[in-house]
T-cell receptor, first 116, second 109 residues
Framework: DGGITQSPKYLFRKEGQNVTLSCEQNLNHDAMYWYRQDPGQGLRLIYYSQIVNDFQKGDIAEGYSVSREKKESFPLTVTSAQKNPTAFYLC???????????????FGQGTRLTVV | KNEVEQSPQNLTAQEGEFITINCSYSVGISALHWLQQHPGGGIVSLFMLSSGKKKHGRLIATINIQEKHSSLHITASHPRDSAVYICAVRLQGAQKLVFGQGTRLTINP
């Protein structure tokens, strides 16, 4: 079955350490997205990528980095520069055909990161 | 003011009740999504709408483009419907989705 896989589901890290969250999709989607969710707030966009080897900053990119070396994979690194990294992180993907904007987004199960 | 506002923020009902969750937005959109997030955190896409109405099982979603408003209805609600329901809009000409804060629905047996 096609879908998006995020791993791990729960992640604990010490303050000051970088940590990388995995997101893999086998839907052959060009576009992939990382969102952050905090209690009582809507999801906010961190980074997105419309095509391999290209990515763009979202609304809250500071303290994060990404790479898109393969179409299937869009890992997110939470760096030590991120001042408040404890949150729920969600990865999504969708087709990226510009002439067809009304394509559905697919979401992963999320990773809950706790920094202690 | 958020671009996407949902109401109510929290809703508790008894099994069998008819549920309505509302979403209002203030920007031009190309599509609106209704999503369901279960306690484990994973999100499932329920509907994507650009006009009219869609139905899937006990779920019905409507959108009024002129009024910039959408509703999600659940008929014959069941405890397994308990989740956070999220409205998200895709801005015209933009890649990203803008999300509402979510509505936490609890259905008691």
């Amino acid at each position: 079955d096609g879908g998006i896989t995020q791993s791990p589901k729960y992640l604990f890290r010490k303050e000051g350490q970088n940590v990388t969250l995995s997101c893999e999709q086998n839907l052959n989607h060009d576009a992939m997205y990382w969102y952050r969710q905090d209690p009582g707030q809507g999801l906010r966009l961190i980074y997105y990528s419309q095509i391999v080897n290209d990515f763009q900053k979202g609304d809250i990119a500071e303290g994060y980095s990404v790479s898109r070396e393969k179409k299937e994979s869009f890992p997110l690194t939470v760096t030590s520069a991120q001042k408040n990294p404890t949150a729920f992180y969600l990865c999504a993907s969708r087709e990226n055909r510009e002439f067809l904007v009304r394509t559905e987004a697919f979401f992963g199960q999320g990773t809950r990161l706790t920094v202690v | 003011k958020n671009e996407v506002e949902q109401s109510p923020q929290n809703l508790t009902a008894q099994e069998g009740e008819f549920i309505t969750i509302n979403c209002s937005y203030s920007v031009g959109i190309s599509a609106l999504h209704w999503l369901q997030q279960h306690p484990g955190g994973g999100i499932v896409s329920l509907f994507m709408l650009s006009s009219g109405k869609k139905k899937h099982g006990r779920l019905i979603a409507t959108i009024n483009i002129q009024e910039k408003h959408s509703s999600l209805h659940i008929t014959a609600s069941h405890p397994r419907d308990s989740a956070v329901y999220i409205c998200a809009v895709r801005l015209q000409g933009a890649q990203k989705l803008v999300f509402g804060q979510g509505t936490r629905l609890t259905i008691n047996p």
